[in-house]
């Protein structure tokens, strides 16, 4: 690590994040110690030490007494973390393992929140849903922009806000990095954005309609679009929320 942060740089936190995703440090390496990172970039103890503490709270590097700060498994991050989830959507492709485990859960959690909204959607709801489908609609032949990402990002979420569950609504904050990450990679890996459109449409339908199984198993079909558009094979889709409770 040489060079210097300077005005407009990205901050040491950012710089060793894209170190780690690069490849330069893997899991079980150790960084640079403080005094070594407090000559190559000029900074203070105090400074390197409030960086570090931001990828300790992310779960990326663990502090050793006497040794100093070894970078930690992927399954250690705190993946939910918006900052850990821009580092990863900015700074490389995302670890395959990672995109599997979050497109495990939103399998797991997604088919539930779609048959609870289907149930619970107000007027105001539905008009969220549809805005943000027609949103992507007009972007169409700009699939792979951040306006259609954006777009497709704020239908999953009105979907989560439709609940009227203070906790899925609240979670969907927490959600929405990672719900970009995937829609990102999964948008760029598709040729034909049509198909993933059309399921959209089929999910805001059953909701407009008042049909949960409809609306479970159209979410069920976009995330398995998702899966197929990141090369990421998924376990039964039939192993979701709802099916769990009802064993």
């Not at 070594?36 to 970039?41: E, S």
């Not at 619970?120 to 489908?133: K, N, R």
Request: glycine fraction near 6%; hydrophobic fraction near 40%.
């Amino acid at each position: 690590m040489t060079g210097k942060v300077t005005s407009g740089d990205n901050n040491l936190a950012d710089q060793l994040m894209a170190a780690i995703l690069g490849g330069q440090y893997q899991p079980g390496d150790f960084i640079p110690k403080e005094m070594a990172i407090c000559r190559d970039y000029g900074l203070s103890r105090n400074q390197v030490r409030h960086h570090l503490a931001t990828l300790v709270r992310g779960g990326i590097i663990e502090r050793i007494s006497g040794h100093g700060s070894r970078v930690r498994d992927f399954s250690q991050w705190q993946i939910l973390d918006p900052a850990v989830t821009d580092w990863i959507a900015r700074y490389g492709a995302p670890h395959p393992d990672i995109q599997r485990e979050v497109l495990h859960f939103r399998l797991t959690v997604e088919p539930w929140v779609a048959m609870m909204a289907a149930t619970s959607a107000t007027a105001h709801d539905l008009v969220a849903i549809e805005e943000a489908f027609e949103g992507m609609q007009c972007c169409l032949r700009e699939t792979g922009s951040e306006r259609y990402n954006d777009q497709d990002v704020a239908f999953h979420i009105a979907i989560y806000r439709a609940t009227h569950n203070i906790v899925w609504s609240q979670l969907s904050h927490v959600l929405r990095p990672s719900i970009h990450m995937l829609v990102v990679r999964s948008n760029i890996g598709t040729h034909d954005p049509l198909p993933s459109l059309d399921r959209h449409r089929e999910l805001m339908n059953a909701i407009r309609m008042r049909q949960p199984e409809k609306a479970r198993q159209a979410a069920v079909t976009i995330l398995e679009g998702t899966a197929l558009a990141l090369g990421v094979e998924i376990s039964d889709p039939g192993d979701s929320l709802p099916a769990l409770l009802s064993k």
